[in-house]
Every structure is written in C-alpha cells, then in structure tokens.
C-alpha cells in the first residue's frame, strides 16, 4: 500500500469515529428535543448538525480512487482525453477542493437525444423517469425560423432550492458540488420535484417498460426476457439499487448526478462520453487548468435562469 | 324520526356507499402504488394534496369553535366545545391519511416526528400535527372530564381547558399558516410564491372549518332548549357569513392582481382557472355553489336553522374546488420551455385531471372521516352537556 493510500485510510477512520459520536450526538439531541416545538430554538440546530455530518459522508474518500494509465499528451488529441485528465487530477484532490462543473455548447448540440438514451441506460432509468431530457425548439416565425436544442441535466445548483425544502433531509449538496439524494430516506413528497426551477427531478412511479407487453416466451422474446433490463441494478451514488417492488428508487425524487459512480472510478459521465457532437464537457472548475474553467470562462457561456440566484453547475455556450 | 336519526342513518348510508366505491381505488394504491394516478413529475402534486388541505383547513376552522367555547367562554357554543373537538381530530385523520397515501415511502414519514428537516416548512408540518394530534386528544380528554366531575376539580380543569385552548390558537396559526407556507415558499411556482397564501390558507381554513361545524351541530344538536339552538345556529350562520365575505375580499385581491397586467406567470393561470378546460371549478363548484347560493342562504331573513346548515354543507364541500384551485394550476406552466416535448411520457405533462382511482381513495377517505365522526360520537360521552357548566 502507498503511503498516498495509507494516509487516506486513516483519514477514512478517523471520519468514520467522527461520523458516529456526531450521528450520536444528533440523534440524541433530536429525540429529546425533536418533539418540542417550544424547544424551537435548540431544534433549529438538528437540522444544520444533520446536514454538517452529510456532508461529511464523502462517498468519494470510502472507495479511494486508483488511477488508471492514460495514454500520453498529444497536440489536436480528443477532448475526452484531456477530461480524463482533469478528472485524475481532481480526484487526488480533497472532496471540498474539486467543483465538478458541465459546460455544454448549444453550438455543437444536435438534438439526437443520445445523450438522454445512454443515461437512461446507465442507471436503468424507468419509464417517465429521465435525467438529461433535450428540450426542442423552434424560435422565431417562418420563413424566419431557427431551432435550438438544449440538454437539460440536473443543474446542481450551488444555492439548491430543492435541498432546504426535502422535510427528510434526503437531499443535500455534496463538498464537490453535486446535489445527492439519499433514496433510502426519501419519502417521496415530491416537494423537491416542485421546488426545482428547472424541472430537473423525475418521480418513480414503480413503471416498467414491460408493463403491457405479451407474455407469450414461445412466439416472442417472452416477458421476462424482454424485461430482463428492468432488473438490472443501478449503481447510482456508488449503491446497488435493484428494482422489486416498493423498495427505493421506487417512490423517489430522482435526478442527474453527474454520474457519480463513474466520476468516482475517473470515468466522465455517461452523457459526455456518447454526445456525437462532442458538446458537453465535464471537470473541475475548481482547476484552472482544466477545460471546464477554460469554457466557463469564454464570454458567450451563460447560465439558465441565472437572474434566481441558483447558481448553476451547469454552463451552456451559445 | 328525529333530524339526529335521519342524519346517522344517511351518514352510514354514505359511508358505507363511499367506503365501498373508494375501496378499488384503494386496494390499487396498495397493490400499485402511485401508476394509476394522473399526476406526474411536472404536475407532482394532485387530488390527494388539495384534500389533505381541505381536511386540515376544515379541522383548522372546527378547532377554532373549540376556542370560542373554551377561551372566549361564548355562549352560544357552550355547548358544542367537544364536538368541535371531535370534527377537528375526524378531519385531521383524514388529511394524514390523505397525504400519507400521496407518499412514495408513507411509511419512512413516521421518522419525520422525530427528525424533521427543520429548515423545510414540510418538516415543520410534522412536527406541528403531531403537536395538533395530542393536543386535540388532551382537550378532548378533559372537555369530556369536566363534565364528569364538579366543585374544585372542575374548576381545576376549566383553566386546563383555557391553557390548551390558548395554546392552540398560535398553532392552529402555525399549522395551517405553515400549509400555506408550503407553496408560499416554492420560488419556482409564482402563483404559489408570494405572502398572500399563508393568509388565504387560514381565512379559507375558518371558514371551511366554521361552515363544516355549522352543518355538524345542526344535525346532532347538543341537550339544549329551542332558544339555545337557534341562537347557536345564528351565532354559528353570522360568524360563517363574516368569514365568507373576508375570504371573498382576499379572493377578490388575488384574482386583481393576478389578472390586472397579466402579471408575469401569473396571469396566464388565473385565465387557464377562469377561461381553461376547467372553468366550472371555479364559476359552477366555488362561485356558485360555495359563495353565491351560501351567501343568499345566510343573508336570507327567515334566519332558518335549516339554511344555516345548508349553507355550511355547501361552503364546506365545495371548498375542496378551491384547494384544487390552489394546487394544481400552480404547477401548469413548465419551469422551461419545450420541457414536456423533450421527453414524451402520461407522466411527464403538464395536463392534470384526477384519475378514478384517486378519486375513489378521496372517497374512501371521506368515509373514513365521516366513520371517526360517527364512532366517536357514539363512544365517548359528547353528548352528556346535561351537567353544571361554569
Ligand atoms: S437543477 Fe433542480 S434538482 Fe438540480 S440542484 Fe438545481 S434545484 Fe436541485
Ligand atoms: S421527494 Fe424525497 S428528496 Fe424530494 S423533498 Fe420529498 S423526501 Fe426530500
């Protein structure tokens, strides 16, 4: 073992003994005074306590990254080369250091939606569920017509009107900037689904993509292959999460986070790595190196909805 | 028969037609969860939610007649006080049912008492009601022991009562204050956002509540002699006329400024409520027959018991129009253009109409509601107002 590696299993421990007597103290403190609303004051404190130690659960430090060889720097080399990069270099990072920022350039954006497919695919997204839908549009009146396409993922917001609002404090915003939820506590109110301006949160309702398929294995593929899909596992937030009945992510507030089981293992997200227009971009923004900053910082980049004050993770260019 | 026979027979008539209607409905939220409903991801919130505020605001309204028994010693419902009870707690089980059926995970909500996040007016809420729960079953509780007992020991329990009756005016302010803080707070839904509804909420909630109770002690008139009966239906008639015509000025306001310059988002949605698919809701259900018949019924000269109570059952019933009202159209405008297009799912639009199978779980838990009601009612002793009062 490294002495890099060494080091951070220890601060690994020493979060975990850290985690426990502050999950103690929080407990302790909410039971007895959780129940009080005259004891308001002191039970205004849980909240922040609560919120302190989530942020603290670093999902990132408890399966330490191992870098993987990429291939040498070379001069016009792919962009998700260069991303590559500047992911390793982040994740050697402490998590509150890094800032991961998309950029996506309407420019390049074609609207083939492979995106949104392959994000489906990689977390097992149900019907009516969706994480990076393309919005389509055509501007202005013909013959004077243009067309614009925009991806939407979840814009993680840095001021997130759907965290303060969850009542089970089963969301909130990662050290790195991704806004997490935590299925197993979710109760499903969907009050997040309204408070995001975006419409970025998705419920799901349990659907299945066989739902009213025929079940007849002899002349078609038959039910259970056909749905063999339905019950694979997704690995969303480094968790098996295997669809049956009622158990989470059924009846959960669900949305974009940036893959982060992929970033974790220094892969980019699903939707950069299969955009054929090579228009979205993922890094650190902490990173003034990386290409994520260098985008960012060009004068045609925007955020949506920048006039709320949500603050954006997500970039566009025009 | 008496009014009070003819009322239980056609209530267990109701429930049990209810109950039986609703049950399907049920027995799919439980076997299917949440697919068979008509909402959505960009209209997450429906039927369910607009019942759960009608319930809590009806139990809001029932409770503050509780006060006016107990804190405010008025004659005219001196009375009633345990009743009033007894309708808050009947509504306040339905709207947890309600609401606990609209939950992905009802189960996990039960944390929420102990853990609540108390920077979400959600979490708040949790907190509240449970408050609101044990406070309603301690003033019960003691309503029923002051009769019970005489001397000193009443005495003791009077200024019991007035404590918790004092007590839960601030949190009947609270709870439903903070139901409207619920989607007063959401920023993203300007019809929601604004100061306006957490007041809106609580006038709605009196009145509903107020009008509901007007219906309830007509039918099962506490001991008390012609004159007192008829002095507490007029009581209970102008009080709920004072409240109708508040609630119709705060309506007025809305409805101005909403619609005055087309105010940004705004605008649009007072038109879809008065001019869209669903315009009966607000013209035929709330106008009309929670506002324009109530309010001919109260002002009429025959001050008739009988239209008091009528006038109550219309106002009370008909306000689950106007918490539709308030809900859904809210959620109508997409947060981003092009967003219900961009990826084509029934639930993924921004068209709602609730399905059967919700309106068969609303049903039900009307019969449930109704069942507290009568249970409780034939269980516990809120009848016997036959004894010394202070
Ligand atoms: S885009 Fe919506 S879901 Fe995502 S962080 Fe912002 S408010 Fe939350
Ligand atoms: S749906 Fe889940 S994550 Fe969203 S506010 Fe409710 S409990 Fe929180």
Redesign the pocket.
């Given at each position: 073992m490294s002495k890099e590696e060494l080091s951070r299993v220890s601060e690994n421990l020493t979060l975990e003994t850290d985690e426990s007597r502050r999950e103690f103290l929080d407990k302790f403190t909410k039971g007895v005074f959780g129940g009080l609303v005259v004891g308001g004051v002191v039970s205004v404190l849980a909240p922040v306590q609560a919120k302190a130690q989530k942020e603290g659960s670093n999902l990132n430090e408890s399966t330490p990254f191992k870098p993987f060889v990429l291939p040498p720097e070379q001069p016009g080399e792919d962009a998700i080369l260069r991303m590559m990069r500047d992911i390793q270099r982040a994740l050697k990072k402490p998590i509150e250091q890094r800032h991961w920022n998309m950029v996506i350039d309407l420019r390049k954006c074609v609207g083939c939606d492979a995106c949104s497919v392959s994000c489906a695919a990689e977390n097992k997204l149900p019907p009516g569920v969706i994480y990076r839908p393309v919005i389509q549009q055509e501007i202005g009146s013909y013959p004077n017509v243009g067309h614009i396409t925009l991806p939407r993922p979840?814009?993680?917001?840095d001021e997130?009107?759907?965290?303060p609002v969850c009542p089970a404090e089963a969301t909130w915003k990662r050290p790195d900037g991704i806004?997490a939820v935590d299925y197993d506590q979710c109760i499903g109110c969907r009050y997040?689904l309204n408070?995001?301006?975006?419409n970025?949160?998705t419920f799901d309702f349990g659907m299945e993509y066989i739902d009213d398929t025929a079940d007849a294995p002899q002349v078609f593929l038959g039910k259970e292959k056909a749905g063999k899909y339905e019950t694979e596992a997704s690995y969303e937030y480094a968790k098996e999460w295997k669809r049956k009945e009622d158990a989470s992510p059924i009846g959960n507030a669900r949305?974009c986070h940036f893959c982060v089981p992929r970033i974790e293992k220094g892969m980019l997200p699903e939707c950069v790595v299969t955009c054929i227009g090579r228009a979205t971009y993922f890094g650190d923004g902490n990173d003034p190196d990386s290409l994520v900053s260098e985008l960012i910082a060009l004068p045609n980049a925007f955020r949506l909805k920048e006039e709320i004050g949500?603050r954006?993770s997500v970039y566009y260019i025009k | 028969m008496t009014r009070e026979k003819m009322g239980n027979i056609l209530v267990w008539i109701l429930i049990i037609g209810f109950g039986a209607w609703g049950l399907p409905g049920m027995l799919d939220r439980f076997a299917n969860g949440h697919v068979d409903t008509a909402y959505g991801s960009y209209i997450p919130w429906g039927l369910w939610i607009s019942a759960y505020i009608w319930l809590i605001g009806l139990s809001a309204g029932a409770l503050m007649i509780s006060v006016m028994t107990y804190v405010f010693n008025i004659e005219a419902v001196k009375k009633v006080g345990k009743m009033a009870f007894l309708v808050a707690i009947a509504t306040l089980v339905g709207a947890m049912i309600s609401v606990g059926l609209d939950l992905g995970h009802p189960l996990r909500a039960f944390s929420l008492i102990l853990n609540p996040n108390l920077h979400s007016m959600m979490g708040w809420m949790a907190v509240l009601y449970s408050a609101y729960f044990v406070t309603l079953c301690v003033e019960l509780y003691f309503a029923i022991k002051k009769e019970q007992t005489r001397g000193e020991k009443q005495k003791s329990i009077k200024r019991i009562l007035v404590v918790l009756g004092i007590w839960s005016i601030p949190l009947a302010f609270a709870f439903h204050g903070g139901v409207g803080g619920v989607f007063a707070n959401v920023i993203a839904k300007p019809y929601w956002h604004g100061p306006m509804l957490p007041v809106v909420f609580l006038a709605g909630a009196f009145l509903s509540g107020g009008a509901l109770f007007a219906t309830v002690a007509y039918i099962w008139r506490p001991n008390q002699s012609k004159e007192e009966f008829l002095k507490m239906m007029i009581f209970l008639g102008k009080t709920t006329l004072a409240l109708l015509i508040l609630d119709e000025i705060l309506e007025l306001a809305e409805v101005y400024v909403g619609t005055f310059y087309s105010a940004y988002g705004e605008g649009h949605i007072w038109q879809e409520i008065l001019f869209g698919q669903y315009w009966y809701t607000f013209w035929i259900v709330h106008l009309l027959i929670g506002v324009l018949i109530p309010l001919f019924l109260l002002t009429a000269k025959s001050k008739s018991p009988g239209a008091i109570a009528l006038a109550g059952l219309l106002i009370a019933g008909s306000f689950l129009a106007v918490r539709l009202n308030i809900v859904t159209p809210g959620m109508l405008d997409p947060e981003l253009n092009g967003i219900a297009s961009a990826w084509v799912h029934s639930k993924l639009t921004f068209i709602y109409f609730p399905s059967v199978m919700e309106w068969q779980v609303l049903l039900f838990i009307v019969a449930v509601v109704m069942a507290v009601f009568m249970i409780g009612k034939k269980v516990l002793p809120i009848y016997q107002t036959a004894g010394e009062e202070l």
């Open positions: 979840c814009m993680q917001c997130p009107p759907c965290v806004v997040c408070a995001c301006p975006y970025a949160r949305k949500t954006p | -």
